[in-house]
């Protein structure tokens, strides 16, 4: 499983070899840390829970879980997966350990990739900006220019969960699948990402390889 924690830096521009021009999303991808494995005998499910960024302070039950790993990270993610192991220089699959680094170059160039992130926060919207409703007339009089219309019939006499209304926009889960990865630099831990990646900048996203 190739999977690291990244921030989000920005978006840059970058030529392919057929020579077009591609927007890229450049993620400072790890080095992250192994802070703790979980198999089915234990825990009833295989994952791998990675580490990453460094914490000015940290709780004593979050120092004592990332003892072993002798890691401070700032966040913890699980990652989970039937098989949990990276390729070593020999091409031969060996499995992780807590307290292992994994870095930028667990991905090559051409790998897919699905990137889960928090989107931009939009605060308070109404209902043509957070679901793309239509304004109403504003000749003859009509007074009905961006109100919502509708809200439900007067029987059952309330309004139904789920009702498309005025509220906070943004803020939510998002995951984008089938990105490929066109740039990935080992030493300044860097990848590039082709195509837009939920967040704002300096944002933590996921970054998970698909197996294809």
Not at 32 to 49: P, R
Not at 83 to 100: K, P, Q, R
Not at 101 to 130: H, L, P, W
């Amino acid at each position: 499983m190739k999977a690291l924690l990244a921030t989000k830096l920005g978006m840059t521009q970058l030529f392919d070899e057929k020579g077009r021009l591609n927007s890229v999303t450049l993620l400072e991808a790890g080095p992250c840390v192994v802070t703790q494995l979980k198999d089915e005998s234990t825990d009833g499910y295989q994952a791998v829970q990675l580490g990453f960024g460094t914490a000015k302070k940290i709780a004593k039950p979050q120092a004592g879980h990332m003892k072993k790993a002798k890691a401070t990270s700032k966040h913890l993610v699980e990652f989970r997966n039937s098989a949990v192991a990276t390729d070593d220089n020999e091409g031969e699959t060996s499995s992780l350990s807590i307290g292992d680094t994994i870095a930028a170059d667990v991905f090559t160039v051409g790998d897919m990739v699905q990137v889960v992130g928090i989107s931009k926060g939009k605060g308070f919207a109404g209902t043509i900006k957070r679901h793309n409703f239509a304004r109403g007339p504003k000749t003859h009089g009509s007074h009905n220019y961006r109100a919502p219309g509708s809200i439900g019939a007067g029987y059952p006499q309330h309004v139904f969960k789920g009702q498309k209304m005025a509220g906070r926009m943004g803020g939510d889960t998002i995951t984008v699948k089938n990105l490929m990865v066109v740039l990935v630099d080992a030493k300044k831990n860097i990848i590039g990402i082709k195509g837009a990646v939920p967040g704002p900048k300096k944002g933590l996203v996921r970054v998970q390889g698909i197996q294809q």
